[in-house]
């Protein structure tokens, strides 16, 4: 493995957005499509120092040398001029992409969420409540290390520590970085970035477009996700340092907010002895601050299961910036004295050209990982690719005996759902360790500089002019005619899961009778079969738990988790519960019994013909 991190190339000057006024078309597929725009159907133009039309590549003339970069601070002047924002229809898609207004950070009784009588944050740095998600595993203090020491943040939030295993001693070692880093913030934004792609292969170049305030010197370290000795993440390389510039505002379509006219800080040339894998970049200022940017290393090698990685969700999560202002995601935006607002004021369409609040750190991050960490533990052969991968047809699914939804994989677009359809009809199981999945229906097209794949559009309260929202059960589609179940409530508290068919091959060797209770693992969202939906064709069918809860509303209603065998033999899990992942390796929630039934499932899974 190496640990150099391979090639890289300093800051040129390069915008991701091409100049004039014209419309991406969406790619209208599946049986809700509708019509829909990408909320940019034009965007200012802008210039970089040596002359060139933004999204324009500098002649290599023109291109600093990166072996010079370190110690240089380059000057760009960003001074634009743009049509005024106007008020946008949430029906119709916004017209311009301007930049977003510029304001002095706010003071202590003019936090986000505060209004003027000074009353209680409703949120800050990206909790799941304001997100309608009371999910207590959505990501921990510590996504995906181990070790006993970390640092606290002023706020008393643990910030997680990292080991390189070739300097630290023997694997477990802890030796923290010196120094006191500190989370970065999307109110001053002291450091924080995105990757303009969400996965690559080995031997690829991957870009990072970084802002830091003040400008000032900074590093990234590469760290893979999986097991190493007892940490949960291993540095595989790092970059040189690199001279950090305050990048432009965001820019701003309707609710949509856009980085993709920043900067390209550094050229990533992903060395071809990278595994593939969950990875995360890891930024860190010279004034001791501290970012991430998760992304996904992907190879054409077969492996036996393929790990979904569920980035097209943790987008629609993400409320960057969350500054009481600008942000906006899927689910909220803010009005003009800082308030967070709900869904019918959010965002139809966010980028994936921005970084993600707060630390960096997606919203229920930690069920990927913890999936991860433990199925790396157990030696099973993966491949990994993300959700947006699946949607482009970068992978193929059929050559893999299973496809693993690690965690909260609740929006999905047409060609997903083909896809993963497809390859269940071809024999290749389906594996769902979570609830509320397949919900929502998104279209995914081109950003504004002509990226594929870069904004993501769901109407939700807006349906199209038939009337139809966004929902797959709402298109004649629902969920349970892949899953087995569907999603139904949210749950109040964390109760036990109840066992059924308890004599069933998945329950072996978990000393488990019928109706034994497994303490605290539905929580956060729950699936149920619903008699009243379409069920798959399909054999063997088994719902593996019952299990009683009340929703916010102190309703009462059930829990189940549900398998069934499709005609081609493939086999289709769903757990029904967001607390499955967390059993297998989030400290303080481990459950072996919840460890032998995954176990027996994949191996169920490996050995089937």
């Known amino acids: 493995m190496s640990q150099d991190g391979g090639a890289g190339e300093g800051r040129v000057a390069q915008v991701g957005a091409r100049g004039g ?233 309707g609710r949509t907010v856009s980085c993709h006219h920043w900067w390209r800080s550094w050229r990533l040339s992903v060395p071809r002895d990278w595994r593939p894998g969950a990875y995360v970049a890891v930024l860190t200022s010279e004034d001791g601050h501290r970012s991430h940017i998760p992304f996904t290393v992907r190879d054409d090698e077969p492996a036996d299961f393929l790990v979904v990685i569920p980035d097209i969700t943790w987008q629609a999560y993400n409320l960057f910036p969350e500054n009481g202002r600008t942000g906006a995601s899927l689910y909220h935006s803010w009005d003009e004295r800082g308030r967070l607002l709900g869904e019918r004021d959010a965002a139809t369409t966010v980028s994936f050209d921005r970084p993600y609040a707060g630390s960096g750190l997606p919203l229920h991050v930690g069920h990927a990982y913890d999936f991860i960490r433990w199925a790396e533990r157990q030696g099973l052969d993966l491949a990994y690719a993300s959700a947006l991968d699946l949607h482009a047809g970068r992978v193929d699914p059929t050559r893999y005996r299973g496809l693993v939804f690690t965690g909260h994989d609740e929006y999905w677009s047409a060609p997903m ?66 899953l087995g179940v569907q999603y139904e409530r949210r749950v109040a508290e964390p109760v036990p899961l109840v066992v059924r068919n308890a004599g069933h091959w998945l329950w072996e060797g978990t000393g488990l009778a019928e109706e034994d209770t497994l303490p605290g693992l539905v929580a956060a969202e729950a699936d149920r079969y619903m008699p009243r939906v379409p069920l798959p064709e399909c054999s063997g069918r088994v719902l593996l738990s019952h299990s009683p809860y009340r929703d916010e509303e102190g309703r009462p209603r059930h829990q189940q988790t549900s398998l069934y065998r499709a005609p081609s033999g493939a086999w289709v899990f769903a757990s029904g519960t967001f607390a499955w992942t967390p059993a297998l390796d989030r400290p303080g929630c481990v459950d072996e019994r919840v460890q032998r039934a995954t176990a027996n499932l994949l191996d169920r899974i490996r050995k089937s013909e």
């Open 21 to 253: 006024d014209r419309r991406e078309p969406w790619h209208e597929t599946g049986p809700c499509a509708g019509r829909a725009s990408e909320e940019a159907a034009g965007w200012p133009q802008a210039r970089t120092r040596e002359g060139t039309t933004a999204g324009q590549r500098p002649e290599p003339s023109q291109r600093p040398d990166h072996t010079e970069h370190h110690d240089r601070t380059q000057q760009h002047d960003h001074t634009q001029q743009h049509d005024q924002p106007r008020h946008q229809d949430p029906d119709e898609p916004p017209t311009r992409w301007v930049p977003a207004e510029h304001h002095e950070p706010p003071t202590e009784h003019q936090q986000p969420g505060r209004d003027c009588a000074g009353s209680p944050p409703q949120r800050w740095e990206s909790g799941a409540l304001a997100h309608g998600v009371a999910d207590p595993f959505g990501q921990g203090p510590l996504p995906w290390l181990r070790g006993r020491d970390s640092y606290v943040d002023g706020s008393g939030s643990m910030v997680p520590w990292y080991v390189d295993l070739d300097s630290a001693g023997a694997p477990g070692t802890v030796r923290p970085r010196p120094g006191e880093l500190r989370n970065a913030d999307d109110v001053h934004q002291q450091i924080k970035g995105f990757a303009t792609a969400v996965s690559v292969r080995p031997g690829e170049r991957l870009d990072f477009k970084i802002t830091a305030n003040p400008p000032q010197n900074l590093t990234m370290d590469w760290y893979r996700i999986g097991h190493y000795g007892g940490n949960g993440a291993h540095r595989v390389g790092g970059s040189p340092r690199l001279s950090g510039i305050v990048q432009p505002e965001p820019l701003v379509a």
């Open 417 to 482: 759902r083909q896809a993963v359809e497809a390859a269940r009809d071809a024999g290749t199981s389906l594996v769902f360790l979570s609830a509320n999945t397949m919900y929502w229906q998104v279209q995914v097209s081109a950003s504004p500089s002509g990226e594929p794949d870069r904004l993501v559009s769901c109407r939700k309260n807006h349906p199209d002019r038939s009337g139809r929202t966004a929902h797959w059960r709402v298109c004649g589609e629902p969920e349970q005619l892949v």
